[in-house]
T-cell receptor
Framework: QQPVQSPQAVILREGEDAVINCSSS?????VHWYRQKHGEAPVFLMI?????EQKGHEKISASFNEKKQQSSLYLTASQLSYSGTYFC????????????FGTGTRLKVLA | EAGVAQSPRYKIIEKRQSVAFWCNPI?????LYWYQQILGQGPKLLIQ????????DSQLPKDRFSAERLKGVDSTLKIQPAKLEDSAVYLC???????????FGEGSRLTVL
């Protein structure tokens, strides 16, 4: 039931790109992306509502394929500050609008 | 705009004792969530309220956990009796509606000895 994210962990050098995927077994109303740094609460990055919609936030963008129930987060020219754990948050269309988080992807950016 | 307030920030108890966490959401936010986050894992939804009604509590261990949101504003999560495996950070979050962005409190870190 919990959305599955891939990869589980990734290590990058500054300036490199990364893609994080989120896949749900349920039909989704929306997908949200969060970044959490160690010892802190998750911080909202962006929300995607429509099939195929793509949004951007600085050098971070995301897409949402409503039909496949999948979303991808794109990190371009990564910076040290991008390090942390990324979670997708999903709202399903199954009536209750229950909000659950994915399994998480740990990202480490090295200088 | 004030953020989500949680207390206490830290709590250490022995197993079989009880503990309560309090959360005050952002004013006007109808939806309130309690998540349990064990180190290295993603937040696990314990209970989701819409105003003062329960939307989902399917993963709340009801034999020991209880939560209420009186008057549709602040909320309390209680654990009684606590077990070692309850050691985690308990995150409270709120949103304007069930489909919107979640705003998190700083979390309450529980250690059960």
């Amino acid at each position: 039931q919990q959305p599955v994210q891939s990869p589980q962990a990734v290590i990058l050098r500054e300036g490199e790109d990364a893609v994080i995927n989120c896949s749900s077994s349920k039909a989704l109303y929306s997908v949200h992306w969060y970044r959490q740094k160690h010892g802190e609460a998750p911080v909202f990055l962006m929300i995607l509502l429509k099939g195929g919609e793509q949004k951007g936030h600085e050098k971070i963008s995301a897409s949402f394929n409503e039909k496949k129930q999948q979303s991808s987060l794109y990190l371009t020219a990564s910076q040290l500050s991008y390090s942390g754990t990324y979670f997708c948050g999903t709202v399903s269309t199954s009536g209750t609008y229950k909000y659950i988080f994915g399994t998480g992807t740990r990202l480490k950016v090295l200088a | 705009e004030a953020g989500v307030a949680q207390s206490p920030r830290y709590k250490i108890i022995e197993k079989r004792q009880s503990v309560a966490f309090w959360c005050n959401p952002i004013s006007g936010h109808a939806t309130l969530y309690w998540y349990q986050q064990i180190l290295g894992q993603g937040p696990k939804l314990l209970i989701q309220f819409q105003n003062n009604g329960v939307v989902d509590d399917s993963q709340l261990p009801k034999d020991r956990f209880s939560a209420e949101r009186l008057k549709g504003v602040d909320s309390t999560l209680k654990i009684q009796p606590a077990k070692l495996e309850d050691s985690a950070v308990y995150l409270c979050a709120s949103s304007r509606d069930p489909t919107g962005e979640l705003f998190f409190g700083e979390g309450s870190r529980l250690t059960v000895l």
